[in-house]
């Protein structure tokens, strides 16, 4: 369903189109942010993001095909130049003036096609976040991952945000009774001290931050994962340190440590997943991951084993995330209630505010206090 | 789809929800009147009806589990016991005070359980119509059936009430020249002078009718289903006496008795089906029925026998109350019109007012003149 | 969906509503122009077309049965002659005056059921398009085929009407270079000099056009058809004439004649195609159509071969129209745009010019400039 998306999403962004190795010279469509757009590379491998109908009589694009740097399209040949401009139509001299289709600025970076879905003009003024050290330093072994989510973006958010639902929804993976522990439940707990910290930073367009767990057991996934690579007695208790870091609106890079109690990180087990998360429309999101280690240079299979770990656990949230979207949407419902709030949500709380915040200032209008996603 | 129900459906009333069997320790979702209902049993074996939504961000409780006498939400781990209220939030000490879900009146009674979706007070002046002669006295053999049929609930009163379909959609079970005959087109027939008695009675809160065709050839299912256990030359003449009950807006019981002509029912076979319509949401319902036989105890081949014949006659209106139901709603689609009726129409009609005279006293104000359902 | 449909459609026209042979003594139940028919012959043969729904509770007449010259509802048993008048109701003497159910003027011609859709009174006064000389002729050997289409009827004649689509959409059937070239491509072509003419004539309530290529070669379904059963040496060129027909506003005649270069057609391989499209609501389609061919007489093989070519064609343009119907339907789309046109465009618009006048001359409005479909 096409809906009035002006002022729903964030615009002046980049947004992740898809994988850099899935863009290729026979045009896709995809749809973000409720506009279906085309994507290729042309013949000398730019790749390039136009509006998925051709102007003449909105036959997809992407039925056609790639001549050279053009996109030709399938009904009557008319071509396409990268910048959206017919510059040819078979069996006639004249191409009509007004005959050109938008086109999206894109990057080419990091293993990612990015695409902006605002104003052009301000395309140059900001760049898609650094990944370099992740993707292209050559210290990591890495893996794509896709899931189509259908949920609103901000749920992910949410989701991704609060701690608490671990132990509830990722109980074979993610889940642990520590999260429980730091956040007041651990007295009387038979194990040795934790010692945790949370911390919390506003940065420029996001937040970061930083769990550490020690002289614990962790959480299955992270436990096994250490125990499967690094040796480690059964009764040895791990330290766990998770680095989380937001970017508005949607994208997030998580990257969790394990290592022995009292051993510093670089000893530890390590892996990094960014995750971007770009609305198909208000109801749908494309999900894209990586799963990145750097602790087995060149064994993927220690990678494909996280990579199987991480899809699982987002498996788990996505059965969550749909069901708690087909909930609260469609005739009749309003959305998600913010009404009664637990103490897990503060970081969403925030996340929401300053997305928020940024609509507002895009839309020249003042900050809406949005309960609902 | 949501749509608003309030006075569309009669509130306060028992609805069955569920058999006793499929109410388990395992929520289930059911959808009762356009609204999403979670049910349950306790560790204890109580049953519960709540609303699917956790208060909280609203994921369906019935991806919960039962933990003791509450539900956990199967997100955040939140707990709430069988009046709705919210008991605990892991992870912190005090509950939000507003952090409630609507609980239903449930009663377990009669292999179904019941639920109520009206006025809370009111359901302790009322209870469920009596089935214990049928199920709990221990004297008949019973077998549970469901259906799921995408139709107005009125279409289904319509349809049992009105006797004169069954020549033309049950051809092979119910279907009989008898029902033609008794009103009015017998005469001139080679067969021996039946004795016809059709009675209507009004009753509170509903419609009883009996129906007695004598020394004559049934329908095809009565007439097999006595031949096959009961001794009766090729040439007998049977009685067929039907006593059938409605009790509003939905609730039918259907007990068909085949005896040889002139003898007592005592001697005929006897069955007796239960037929409980709970709307789902304004076009589709819920068809739960039993067929019980009380001629042939602890015969369950006997019992299955019947079951196969009444769910086929089911079928065959199934098929009918769908087609109808396609082709009077939706879009530019106003009903089923009742602008022209047959004289097979009134017992219908009378439950239709029935059922409006009930809404108009629920809501306060005065009775319409539907037409249309 | 069935949406408010008047003065979309053209009404007082003939419409095929199927071919001759799949209308039974089984009713069929067919959408036209968005309303729902049952068609079937009577026993005496008659076909008949009467709306879909019974008057009295208005199950689907398609599920009853034929009885005689009647059709008989399958709920109650009423019956309807063919005029739409309900002449019995089982059990009840009188017939309510008002029961009856629309009856469409019918003509069983050519292979085709046409039907009527507008003022019935006006029916006598036109006939559907004369096809004697190929259906009824004995000249001919013939074959039907059928698609569903999901687009607007005049998507399919925008498609139609323009030839500069088929080197895009058709390359391994009719594309050509000629097509370009008869546009004023063809300068500096190897090729020897080919003639060309494209010859445009209104007549009433349609076109006539004529496309004429010689001495050259040509779209490759007509090239192998030639050389499949003719003897031509494999440099010889070859003529081809198109000799292409619309009505108003759905029916088109398609007869394309290949021979040896300088040859005359009665010497050629010709075919014939009469294409009649239905439109079944505002964004689908029946396609009917007939392959005939009058060179090899008795020779079904070489029919089907023909049948197997055109239906690969039209099966391309499917997925052309169905593609461009879906980008430019549903919400916040606002039909295929005629913003910007192309040289190949000018024979739709005349069509759909056509039709508007034809509309409005209909509804007794002046004609309104949509420039949407």
């Known amino acids: 369903m096409q809906e009035e998306n002006v002022n729903v999403f964030l615009r002046n962004v980049w947004y992740v189109a898809g994988f850099g190795t899935e863009v290729t010279r026979t045009p896709m469509q995809r749809r973000i942010l409720g506009e279906d757009l085309v994507i290729y590379r042309t013949t000398s491998g730019v790749a390039v993001a136009l509006a998925n109908a051709c102007p003449h009589r909105q036959l997809p694009l992407a039925m056609g095909r790639v001549v050279g740097e053009n996109l030709q399209c399938g009904y009557h040949g008319a071509q396409f130049a990268a910048d959206g401009r017919c510059v040819l139509v078979p069996g006639q001299v004249e191409v009509p003036a007004t005959a050109r289709v938008r086109s999206y600025p894109v990057r080419d970076l990091y293993g990612f096609v990015w695409v902006w879905m605002g104003e052009a003009a301000l395309a140059a003024t900001v760049e898609p976040i650094d990944l370099y050290a992740f993707v292209d330093s050559g210290k990591w072994d890495t893996r794509d991952g896709y899931k189509h989510i259908a949920c609103n973006y901000e749920l992910i958010n949410d989701n991704l945000a609060d701690i608490t639902h671990v132990e509830f ?35 420029a367009d996001g937040i970061d931050f930083l769990f550490f767990a020690g002289n614990t057991r962790i959480a299955p996934a992270f436990e096994s994962g250490y125990r499967r690579f690094k040796q480690a007695g059964e009764k040895d208790y791990l330290d766990f340190l998770l680095d989380f870091r937001f970017r508005a609106p949607s994208f997030w890079l998580f990257s969790p440590t394990t290592m022995k109690s009292g051993h510093p990180p670089e000893e530890g087990v390590r892996t990094s997943s960014p995750i971007a998360i770009t609305p198909e429309d208000q109801g749908s999101c494309h999900y894209f991951f990586k799963t990145c280690q750097d602790y087995a240079p060149g064994n993927s299979a220690e ?39 637990f103490q897990g949500d503060g970081m969403g709380f925030q996340i929401r505010k300053l997305i928020r915040a940024r609509q507002s200032a895009e839309s020249g209008a003042p900050p809406t206090t949005h309960a609902t996603g």
């Not at 889940?175 to 934790?194: C, K, L, M, N, S």
């Open 169 to 203: 929804v990722h109980p074979s993976t993610l889940g642990t009774g520590e999260v429980r522990a730091v956040r007041g439940h651990g007295a009387g707990d038979p194990r040795p001290q934790a010692v945790h910290r949370f911390d919390v930073k506003s940065v």
């Open 303 to 341: 990678t494909a084993w996280w990579h199987e770990q991480t899809s699982l656990a987002f498996d788990e949230d996505q059965a969550v995330l749909e069901a708690q979207h087909a909930n609260t949407s469609g005739p009749g419902k309003n959305g998600v209630s913010m009404a009664i709030s």
